[in-house]
């Protein structure tokens, strides 16, 4: 206690047994005031603690689950690799009926997506369609920015050449818009394209119709570029 306190503590007229009582409670409920601070701070400095933990956790979560780039492969199968912004595949459907055949029996989540592409197009399902002249047509949206976009798109048809050197790859590059567009019309992205260039000369050719033309005379339409040497810098 002050010196001040402590002496006018003395001169009040009480028996001395009641001073060392009083004495006792006043150190006694201080020492547990300041106890009962440091306490507080301690449970609040985990609390923030804790919560800092489950923000990062939430954002690395949702950085896991949110796809930011979006890659189609078109053989005759039509299937699609989503990808999130670590680079990894954590969807993989079938854009036709073909397609829905071949992803049921392969699993690529959580693998980086060129290594999900050379599992793909090693497949026994894929095998069939990987014939002499074949055409695969490799499309990328999205990638968070386009050099992400043009080094997804590099290392995907790297790997695939690599893997089917005497099929021809094609590759266009596409943004989340014309993906959707082509969603909405069950299309898949080379002959969207097509249907676009088409309609700017006949405008009552549908969906239905572009379905229905040889994908050798897709690839002229949708003015997809072919690629000989994907991995010559």
């Known amino acids: 206690m002050d010196n001040r306190i402590r ?3 003395n001169a009040v007229q009480a028996p001395e047994r009641l001073k060392r009582t009083v004495r ?4 006694k409920k201080t020492f547990d005031y300041g106890r009962n601070v440091l306490q507080l701070h301690r449970r ?7 919560l800092l933990t489950m923000v990062l956790l939430l954002a690395g979560g949702w950085t896991w689950f949110f796809p930011s780039a979006s890659i189609s492969v078109d053989v005759n199968p039509s299937i699609e690799l989503k990808v999130n912004a670590l680079d990894r595949v954590i969807a993989l459907e079938g854009r036709n009926s073909d397609g829905a055949a071949l992803v ?3 699993d690529v989540i959580g693998m980086s997506y060129d290594d999900a592409m050379q599992r793909i197009l090693l497949s026994q399902g894929m095998e069939p369609y990987l014939e002499k002249n074949s ?17 997804i798109l590099s290392r995907v048809l790297c790997r695939a050449y690599n893997i089917a050197r005497e ?13 959707k567009a082509a969603r909405r019309v069950n299309l898949c992205i080379p002959r969207y394209l097509a249907w676009q260039n088409l309609l700017q000369n006949d405008p009552t ?3 239905e119709d572009v379905r229905e033309i040889p994908k050798e005379t897709i690839r002229v339409l949708a003015q997809i570029i072919t690629i000989e040497d994907p991995c010559h810098e």
């Open 7 to 9: 002496e006018a503590f």
């Open 24 to 27: 006792a409670s006043v150190r």
């Open 104 to 106: 049921k029996d392969i």
């Open 205 to 207: 050719i549908t969906p």
């Open 135 to 151: 055409t695969i047509t490799i499309t990328v949206a999205g990638g968070g920015s386009s050099a992400h976009a043009e080094q």
């Open 44 to 50: 609040r400095h985990r609390m923030a603690s804790c």
């Open 167 to 179: 099929e021809n790859i094609l590759y266009c590059q596409v943004d989340w818009e014309t993906v």
